[in-house]
């Protein structure tokens, strides 16, 4: 696979409008795309996607914006997930997308194809301590049990109020972190 082969789609689990979790990804992105892949990044909150309800897919199928998102998922190489950590897990927006997607559109549909086979870089900003060490852990068993193959070594970012710059960007230490977990994705999927 050549490096313009490498699709990389960009997920964050805030619809916060100043989340460091959306500017984590985002820097991270950027990385990617230096490094020559074809990025796509999809905002969850201006992604209007009904609560799971099987009464719902059962009467209706699946809704047409989660048939979007599934040619979306199904045509990408991997992911690059941020997400902050909400009372010790991954928010509900990222559940609630997950939980539509691993369903079929028909009995000929492939099981879990938005999923399965893919890579994943995980990754948290907190204002505290923790650096979502929780949340990264939920959501790794979760994108296991999808079929997902998620990096080891997540990128983990502490304080994050404190090691943005004014321009949102991160002090170089971390950056260059950054830009080796992007690496290793990157390094991951091209031997795919």
Known sequence: MSESQ????????STRKESFNSKLLGLALSSAERQGADVTHIDLGQTPLPFYDGDLEADQGLPENVQGLKKIFENVDGFIIATPEYNGF??????????????????????????DGKTALLMSATVGGSGGVR?????TTQLHYLGVTVLPRPFSLTHAGKLFSESDSLLSDSLALLDDRVSALMANLKKS
């Not at 490498?6 to 689990?13: D, E, F, K, Q, Y």
């Not at 559109?105 to 938005?114: A, G, I, Q, V, Y």
């Not at 949340?135 to 959501?139: E, F, I, K, Q, R």
Request: aromatic content about 10%; some cysteine.
């Open 135 to 139: 949340s990264l852990t939920s959501l």
């Open 90 to 115: 991954f928010p509900g927006i990222l559940k609630n997308c997950f939980d539509w997607l691993s369903r079929r559109k028909n009995s000929h549909d492939p099981m879990l194809s938005s999923f």
């Open 6 to 13: 490498v699709r990389i789609l960009g997920l964050s689990g």
